[in-house]
C-alpha cells in the first residue's frame, strides 16, 4: 500500500496553553481511533513550541512526527534570531521549506532555499520542500516535494484533483529525485480523498485544518 503523508502546518499560531489542550484532545482521540499504518503524520509547530509538542509525543508514544516551519540557511554562530538545523533536530524530524509566506513575506529567493535544505540535510532531518508551481526549481536531495497554489492557500478554494495531479505528474518528471508529492491548499476532511486517491499525489498539507484535533484527525482518517 502507498504511504500517505499528512504535514499538519500550525503556522504562526497557538501559545502553551492551546498547545498542550490541542495535544489532551489528540491523545484521547488517538486512543479511539488509531492513525492507519500507511499513514505518517506530521504536526509542524512554531519554534517556541518544538520542545512541548516534542516532550509530549513521546512521553504518550502518539504515533506523530514533529516538524518544524522553517530552518537558518546558516550553521550555527553568529545569526541573531536564527534557528538553526542542530537546534531544530534536537526536537523535529521534517522541516517546512519554501512555503509561498516565507517567499513573500520575507524575502526568501531559491538561492537562499536551496542553503536551508542543505542544513536540513546535513543534519539529517527530511525537507518537505514547497513549491507554486512545476516550474520552481527544487534543490538535490530533496524527495518530499508539497504544491500548493497560492490561490488555494487558506482561501477555502482547493485547486482542482485534476490539476493537481498534472502538477504532480510534471514534478515527478523534471525532478527524478523526486519520490513524493503532496498537495497543499484548503484541504480539509471533506475533500482529502479526491486529492490522496490520486495515483501521484502521495499526502496533503493542511493549514486551517490542522488547528483543531478534531478536524485534523477526521482528515487524516478521511485521507
Ligand atoms: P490552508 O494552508 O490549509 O489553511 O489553506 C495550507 C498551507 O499553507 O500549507
Redesign the pocket.
Known amino acids: 500500500m502507498k504511504p500517505i503523508f499528512i504535514?499538519g502546518?500550525w503556522?504562526s499560531n497557538k501559545e502553551t496553553s492551546e498547545a498542550n489542550a490541542w495535544l489532551a484532545e489528540a491523545k484521547q482521540l488517538l486512543s479511539q481511533t488509531p492513525i492507519e499504518k500507511q499513514k505518517e503524520v506530521v504536526v509542524c509547530a512554531p519554534f517556541t513550541l518544538l520542545s512541548l509538542v516534542c516532550s509530549f509525543v513521546s512521553e504518550h508514544t502518539l504515533s506523530l512526527h514533529v516538524g518544524a516551519q522553517d530552518i537558518s540557511p546558516f550553521t550555527n554562530g553568529a545569526y541573531t534570531g536564527e534557528i538553526c538545523a542542530k537546534q531544530v533536530k534536537e526536537f523535529a524530524t521534517h522541516v517546512?521549506i519554501g512555503?509561498?509566506?516565507r517567499r513573500r513575506f520575507f524575502g526568501e529567493t531559491d538561492t537562499m532555499l536551496a542553503e536551508k535544505v542543505k542544513q536540513a540535510l546535513a543534519q539529517g532531518i527530511a525537507p518537505i520542500y514547497?513549491v507554486q508551481s512545476e516550474n520552481d526549481p527544487i534543490p538535490q536531495g530533496v524527495t518530499m516535494v508539497?504544491y500548493?497554489p497560492v490561490g488555494?492557500?487558506?482561501?477555502g478554494h482547493?485547486d482542482s484533483p485534476k490539476n493537481a495531479e498534472e502538477i504532480a505528474i510534471k514534478i515527478k518528471e523534471k525532478n527524478p529525485y523526486v519520490d513524493y508529492v503532496l498537495y497543499?491548499?484548503?484541504?480539509?476532511a471533506e475533500n482529502v480523498a479526491s486529492f490522496t486517491g490520486l495515483a501521484h499525489i502521495n499526502g496533503v498539507?493542511?493549514?486551517?485544518?490542522?488547528l483543531t484535533p478534531d478536524s485534523f484527525f477526521a482528515l487524516v482518517h478521511n485521507a
Open positions: 504535514i502546518n503556522k517546512i512555503h509561498s509566506e514547497l508539497g500548493e488555494a492557500i487558506g482561501t482547493p497543499g491548499g484548503s484541504v480539509t498539507i493542511p493549514g486551517g485544518a490542522s
